[in-house]
């Protein structure tokens, strides 16, 4: 029979939206994740890095994550490594007593030997885990002052090949055979909510994956997608939506059945648990005219008005849960006329906001009032 594989990623619990706290939003996504591997009886789960979204995180955040982790650990037996968000040091540290509740962690690369893969007999099932190597662990500063900056790629792709070779040279046929890495892949579509040294600057052809393997999780891009290979290589995306690049996305897990010797059979598994994010964009009048449409979200405005004072706080009064106000200012009107120097200051101020796009007759009074109290 087809073992079934729970595949997820980039769960970055501690993200906040412009300052907005959304610890609850990942309980409930993650209870929804949680759910989804019960009803589908899963025979293992894979998280491919980035549980947390800073090294160091929170008291809150650690509960969080450690709970989710445990309680699917109780369907079946889980399977972590690190991404970039996460603290290394701290996951391997921690990985012991993870490790007494059916949860294998791997925070640093290691060889076979030492538990850089990992086989689970009673299901059949062999994993190769290769957690976030970071480009300044191979690239060092004497190849960044004798090299051309494509050779420090180049240098990058050779040692994640040997690494890979290394990770899966043992694995047979007769095995479903799993690859987990945090990693980018050239040619995948990132969601917007990357850190973006981390993307593009070193990656990895798909090539680069052995035509044995049967199933590769990935993490680092929040898109979920399918890459171009013979087996059958996936982005598994972040379960929410976590920047308004990533306004379009539908996010998810997979559902991997995979058998030896096959590729996997991969079906995507939406997730609706999380508030959306959305962004609107018009004149002051037409932003104010949706704001019934986007209470369930938060809001990102994109305004598109002459700069004037209040502007952000009339939206906000409108909407309450939008989290940014974009302006862009309508072209300001250019005249042609005397030097500033020639003008009286509230006619130069005038000329000043004019130039700048803004119309604003309570701020010229303003200026009037001070430029009044200054010459007292």
Do not use: C
């Not at 962690?105 to 538990?115: F, I």
């Not at 250019?334 to 700048?356: D, G, I």
């Amino acid at each position: 029979m087809a073992v079934k594989i729970l595949h997820t990623s980039d769960w970055h619990v501690g993200r906040r939206i412009r300052g907005r706290d959304r610890s609850e939003e990942h309980r409930a996504v993650l209870a929804e994740l949680i759910e989804i591997a019960v009803s589908n009886q899963v025979d293992l789960t894979v998280v491919a890095g980035d549980l947390f979204d800073a090294s160091s995180p929170t008291a809150l955040s650690e509960e969080i994550v450690w709970r989710a982790l445990l309680d699917l650990a109780e369907v079946s037996p889980v399977v972590v490594v690190a991404g970039n968000h996460d603290g290394a040091a701290r996951l391997d540290a921690v990985a012991p007593l993870l490790e007494m509740g059916r949860v294998t962690v791997v925070g640093t690369p290691r060889s076979p030997e030492s538990g850089g893969t990992v086989e689970f007999g009673e299901i059949g099932v062999k994993l190769a885990l290769l957690p976030f190597v970071s480009q300044r662990g191979i690239v060092k500063a004497e190849h960044i002052m004798s090299s051309d900056p494509d050779q420090h790629a180049g240098l990058f792709e050779d040692r994640l090949r040997r690494i890979v070779e290394k990770l899966t040279r043992d694995m047979t046929a007769g095995t479903v055979n799993v690859f987990v890495s945090h990693l980018t892949v050239y040619g995948a579509l990132a969601g917007g909510g990357e850190r973006q040294a981390h993307i593009f600057g070193y990656a990895i052809p798909s090539s680069l994956f052995p035509g044995h393997l049967s199933y590769v999780a990935l993490g680092h891009l929040h898109r979920q997608q399918k890459m171009p290979h013979s087996s059958a290589v996936w982005y598994s995306g972040s379960p929410l939506q976590l920047d308004f690049g990533e306004v379009a996305d539908q996010k998810g897990v997979l559902l991997v059945e995979a058998s030896p010797g096959l590729p996997a059979k991969v079906t995507a598994v939406p997730l609706s648990a999380g508030r959306r994010l959305r962004t609107i964009r018009g004149t002051l009048d037409e932003v104010l005219a949706l704001a019934d449409d986007v209470t369930d979200a938060y809001v990102k405005v994109e305004l598109v008005e002459k700069a004037r004072v209040g502007l952000a706080d009339q939206v906000r009064d409108a909407i309450p849960d939008v989290v940014e106000v974009v302006l862009e200012a309508t072209d300001p009107v250019r005249r042609e006329s005397e030097p500033r120097q020639k003008l009286k200051p509230t006619e130069a101020f005038h000329r000043y906001l004019t130039e700048k796009g803004v119309e604003d007759s309570r701020l010229e009074s303003l200026f009037a009032a001070l430029l009044d109290e200054a010459a007292k």
